[in-house]
């Protein structure tokens, strides 16, 4: 259940409230409008007064609910108005008026408008005007003259309303810590379904200034993204001329005058104001530089996701937080170059775990400016990624650290940042899944031929005696052996590989044991092959000869399909 407060003011706030409250709604959405509570019982009800103009009977209700405002005279209050919709989720039950009404008495009690047995608290009434929601108007002078005491109004009604879905059986929300970006308003809403629009300005705003903040090195080429995706940018400057704020509005959305509609960069999400935006492109001061080192920006990229977990696990909550940010900027970016088949998930992912990337805790983000930069530079360059391997492990590895983020989270007492993360796994595991078929299919199209083939697999039955059968007879022992024999054409010994792969996880539990080890072994593979000086050295060190010139096994043992037995692919 979603209570959201809005305040009015001016001299027609009232009308204008019950005015829209009992009308057909920007988009003829409200149906059967009707008063369900009030603050004495028997309020006027335009919806329900058939013998009369509706129209009289409305301003009666609003004149009965000013009444105590006018009162008041020069003396009342900026803002008169609270207007509280109180909205259940779609798959929640469909409530009665009765309902409603009690529900409605509970919040105004919460909000300190009209405590419960307080004879003299503000005037409100409640409307439902459709299935789902009320809505609920008040005055903000009590009838003795008074202001209601509604400090801290806003929390009050959350806790409320958590406390609603336990007692009727609703979809139970998760506590914030007022991190979480703004809904979209339900006018926002309309107005999207009306242009046959999937989703709202504001959202697309928020994705889009998202993905300039990670994209960006600096605050000109920041606004120069914004200006390429027809964003336009508005800047409020204070007395000395510096920009203090900026807003956002997308290039044809306008309002009734024409004007483009503007959102401020807060409202967007608490991140997106430019003092947060101008923190977030901050570089080192501390001599650093601010592009990674020369090399492969995807395993650059892929290095630092994988510290994350660590990080996560060990590292101080500051760091932590800002590892996670970083995360969240470098799924943004992926979103936007990932091929087709991926780029919905990814998509999906990003938007939801983008809750995750924020808390009541201050991030260390130059912590994770490697991790950053290396994604900014895969964005910016797009480096060669044959058969889309590096694409997979990042993914892989990314999907490791958003589990980690979950464990994290929850650890802290984080429930809606724990919640998006665990909404964004299933999207990024059915990206790693398409990204990571796709590229073992592209690998074993080039297995090699079948004297390498046994050769290799007579290293994995030395290195892996108690997962040969596994891995030979996996979908994707072909796709294994490939980067295996590409390793070895690049200088490397497999067998060191394979130790190598083998000693950093063990396989008891995992299902695909060839696929994991073929991104272990490409990963691995991808770093300069030690000169032969430091293989014997290193075969010295293991006690491990030379492998090349062992016996083969004998046929009965032979763990690889012989030339008749069609080989596994998946």
């Known amino acids: 259940m979603i209570p959201k407060i809005i305040l009015g003011k001016g001299p027609r706030a009232t009308h204008r409230t019950i005015g829209y409250l009992f009308g057909p709604g920007r988009a003829n959405e409200h149906v059967d409008p009707h008063v369900v509570a009030s603050w004495n019982g028997f309020a006027p009800d335009p919806g329900r007064t058939p013998h009369r103009d509706p129209r009289n009977v409305a301003d009666q209700l609003a004149a009965q609910l000013d009444q105590p405002v006018r009162m008041l005279g020069d003396a009342a ?24 009404g009690e529900i409605a008495h509970r919040i105004v009690a919460a909000a300190g408008i009209a405590p419960q047995g307080d004879e003299e608290a503000c005037r409100w009434v409640a409307v439902r005007h459709a299935e789902d929601h009320i809505h609920i108007a008040a005055t903000l002078v009590r009838q003795d003259g008074r202001r209601p005491a509604r400090d801290h109004d806003k929390r009050a009604v959350q806790r409320e309303a958590r406390k609603i879905e336990a007692d009727y059986g609703l979809r139970r929300l998760n506590p914030g810590d007022g991190t979480a970006a703004k809904r979209h308003t339900s006018k926002e809403h309309f107005k999207a379904k009306r242009q046959g629009a999937a989703t709202t300005t504001r959202q697309v705003l928020r994705l889009r200034v998202r993905r300039a903040v990670a ?49 401020s960069g807060s409202t967007l999400a608490p991140d997106l104001s430019l003092p947060k935006i101008r923190q977030s492109l901050e570089t080192p001061t501390t001599g650093q530089p601010l592009a990674v080192r020369a090399g492969d920006p995807w395993h650059q990229a892929i290095a630092a996701v994988e510290r994350v977990p660590h990080h996560l696990a060990h590292g101080d909550e500051h760091l932590a937080q800002g590892q996670l940010a970083a995360l969240g900027a470098s799924l943004d970016l992926l979103a936007a170059i990932a091929p087709a088949d991926t780029r919905a998930d990814l998509t999906h ?82 990206a790693s899944t398409r990204a990571a078929d796709t590229a073992l299919d592209h690998l074993a199209e080039r297995t090699p031929q079948p004297q390498t083939r046994r050769r290799l697999a007579q290293y994995v039955a030395r290195a892996a005696p108690e997962h040969t059968d596994r891995i030979l007879h996996d979908p994707a022992w072909d796709a294994l052996a490939t980067a295996l024999a590409e390793a070895e054409a690049t200088g490397h010994s497999a067998t060191a590989l394979l130790d190598q792969a083998l000693g950093q996880r063990s396989l008891e539990n995992t299902r695909n044991p060839a696929r994991v080890l073929t991104w272990r072994v490409h990963r691995l593979g991808a770093r300069t092959a030690p000169s032969p ?38």
Request: proline share 9%.
């Open 77 to 100: 209050p900026v803002h008169t108005v609270w207007h509280c919709p109180v909205r259940a989720a779609p798959e929640d039950p469909v409530l009665t008026d009765e309902q409603w």
């Open 349 to 430: 992912a990003a938007t939801a775990f983008e809750r995750a990337t924020r808390s009541r805790i201050t991030a260390d983000l130059h912590s994770a400016r490697v991790l950053r930069r290396s994604v900014q530079a895969i964005w910016r360059e797009r480096p060669p990624d044959r058969d889309g391997a590096a694409f997979t492990m990042l993914l892989d590895a990314t999907l490791t650290a958003v589990a980690f983020a979950v464990h994290w989270h929850r650890t802290h007492q984080h429930a809606q940042q724990e919640a998006a993360t665990k909404q964004a796994l299933p999207h990024m595991q059915s």
């Open 533 to 570: 000086r430091a293989q014997a050295a290193m075969a010295r060190s293991t006690g491990r000869g030379p492998v090349r010139g062992a016996q083969p096994i004998p046929p009965a043992t032979n763990p690889l399909p012989g030339p008749t037995t069609p080989v596994r692919r998946r």
């Open 215 to 263: 994209a960006a090195t600096d605050e000109a080429e920041f606004f120069a993204l914004l200006e390429a995706t027809e964003v336009i940018v508005r800047l409020k400057h204070g007395p000395s001329s510096d920009a203090l704020g900026c807003n956002f509005a997308l290039r044809g959305d306008t309002n009734e005058a024409g004007d483009p509609v503007f959102y």
